[in-house]
């Protein structure tokens, strides 16, 4: 019995070492490999459609052309101290003694993108995914945790098009979550 009872205790603590591992390896990082410093120095796709020669003439099907895109698009605000969404909680919520590390290490993965709308644009993302919630009486991007009210991606989105004549954007929508009954039945009206 006492041999079984050690074999536990050496389990949870290679558990706990190997937590305490991934959270340093986690928050180690001051910056991440594809920051909003590093656009400034690369070339600017801003008319990564609109400079195709001949591509207005020969009126593709948009099947036919080939864009970048990124998942998750707007990530970028999401923080150490962001608000788990409310439609992720069932799966992140919890009450265990490590529960703000297991959030810590989870926050850091959900962050995707560091770019804003304008920059992952002029980067030469042309498909958006996007990721919304209704939190605090408007709508959200949100990747488990809230990052920034949607208004503020799409004002850099509609910034952007007037900026660039010619460009196309594709919007994704997708998991739009109201998280509140009321609110989703409101929803159902209008998609």
Not at 15 to 22: P, S
Not at 35 to 52: C, N, Q, R
Not at 151 to 157: G, M, N, R, V
């Amino acid at each position: 019995m006492k041999k079984n009872l050690g074999k536990g205790k050496k389990i949870v603590a290679a558990i706990l070492i190997c937590a305490l591992l991934l959270a340093v390896a986690a928050f180690s990082f001051t910056e991440l490999p594809f920051s909003a410093a590093k656009i400034e120095g690369t070339k600017d796709y801003s008319h990564a459609i609109a400079s195709v020669e001949g591509i207005t003439t020969a009126n593709p099907r948009v099947i036919d052309i080939a864009m970048l895109g990124s998942h998750d698009s707007f990530t970028n605000d999401i923080v150490w101290n962001s608000p788990v969404d409310p439609d992720a909680i069932g799966g992140i919520e919890m009450q265990t003694p490590v529960k703000e590390l297991i959030w810590g290490i989870s926050r850091r993965y959900a962050v995707t993108q560091t770019l804003d709308a304008y920059d992952q644009l002029r980067a030469g993302a042309r498909y958006l995914d996007i990721r919304l919630s209704w939190f605090e009486e408007e709508y959200y991007t949100k990747h488990g945790f809230i990052s920034a009210p949607f208004q503020k991606q799409a004002e850099q989105i509609l910034r952007f098009l007037a900026d660039n004549k010619g460009e196309v954007i594709i919007l994704n929508f997708q998991q739009m979550h109201f998280f509140n009954q009321r609110m989703r039945a409101k929803s159902m009206l209008w998609f």
